[in-house]
């Protein structure tokens, strides 16, 4: 009867090993490589490869880029925690507004990026509507180095809001309602309850929210590719992973690169959870 739960847990553990720690083991393995992705031979080259990556400042330059995503994704959770502590309350047509607020995060990316190509276009959908609010003239949203990454970060930021929305409302309406009556009973508004309630009694959920938000601005990928292919100033680190993997051949240089990116995720979440503890406030 002991292998019993070693049992249920064979078939889950077969794939977490199959698909999650073999494919990172190779990767590791490929770093230390000059492969080309192609050839059967696969040259060892040592730390090689972290070398050129690290000397390199073409490669890494574009981690700036990820400073545009972060910005969005800091406004992102911002937004996110007012509307769900908003709707958590009794507000006329909030099942709708729940709806409208989530729906985008239900769309596939590359729909999205197609969508908002159009609306990008010199003259498209969003000049049409600043032309309304009086904001003449054609922008070029996607061709100017100046404009095209708060563009996509703009794109991302209405994507992805959705999920933090529904994460903090979740978290919210776990709170039991008998704190906020004792709350009122005491004179607290809605001020002092998000301040002292609903911010508090949610912490390890805005942890998990800010991992997610700077790991995703790290590994920007789907929007980006799509609606400008990388092109004046918008290359991310995974879309210079994917050309130097797919388009140069190098996919050992292309594997370093994702080790580093892996391991800049892992220490960020790491400084994370110590500066952020996941124990929520004791709220009775």
């Not at 199959?18 to 990172?24: E, S």
């Not at 040259?43 to 981690?63: H, I, K, M, S």
């Not at 990316?109 to 032309?131: K, M």
Request: charged share 10%; with cysteine.
């Amino acid at each position: 009867m002991r292998w019993t739960p070693w049992l249920f847990l064979a078939v889950p553990l077969g794939l977490l090993l199959t698909f999650t720690y073999a494919p990172v083991a190779n990767l590791l393995y490929y770093s230390l490589t000059k492969w080309d992705g192609f050839s059967a031979d696969l040259p060892f080259v040592g730390a090689d490869n972290y070398t050129e990556l690290f000397t390199r400042p073409d490669l890494f330059q574009v981690f700036f880029v990820s400073l545009f995503y972060l910005a969005s994704g800091a406004v992102q959770m911002v937004l996110a925690l007012y509307f769900a502590t908003v709707l958590s309350f009794n507000v006329r047509f909030r099942s709708f507004f729940k709806g409208v607020l989530f729906f985008p995060y239900l769309i596939n990316g590359v729909a999205i990026g197609f969508v908002f190509l159009y609306c990008f276009q010199p003259g498209g959908t969003l000049d049409s509507v600043l032309r309304l609010l009086g904001v003449h003239g054609q922008h070029l949203w996607l061709g100017d180095p100046d404009l095209v990454n708060w563009s996509l970060a703009g794109v991302s930021l209405w994507r992805y809001l959705g999920l933090n929305f529904v994460l903090f409302l979740g978290a919210i309406q776990s709170i039991p309602a008998a704190i906020y009556e004792a709350a009122e009973l005491d004179g607290a508004n809605r001020w002092h309850q998000v301040r002292h309630l609903i911010v508090p009694g949610i912490r390890p959920v805005i942890g998990l929210s800010a991992i997610l938000v700077v790991s995703g601005s790290l590994s920007v990928f789907e929007i980006p590719y799509i609606m400008t292919g990388g092109a004046n100033g918008s290359t991310t680190f995974v879309i210079q992973t994917v050309k130097l993997a797919f388009q140069f051949n190098k996919v050992g240089l292309a594997s370093a690169a994702a080790v580093v990116l892996l391991a800049i995720v892992l220490l960020i979440t790491w400084v994370q959870r110590r500066v952020l503890p996941d124990e929520g406030a004791d709220l009775v």
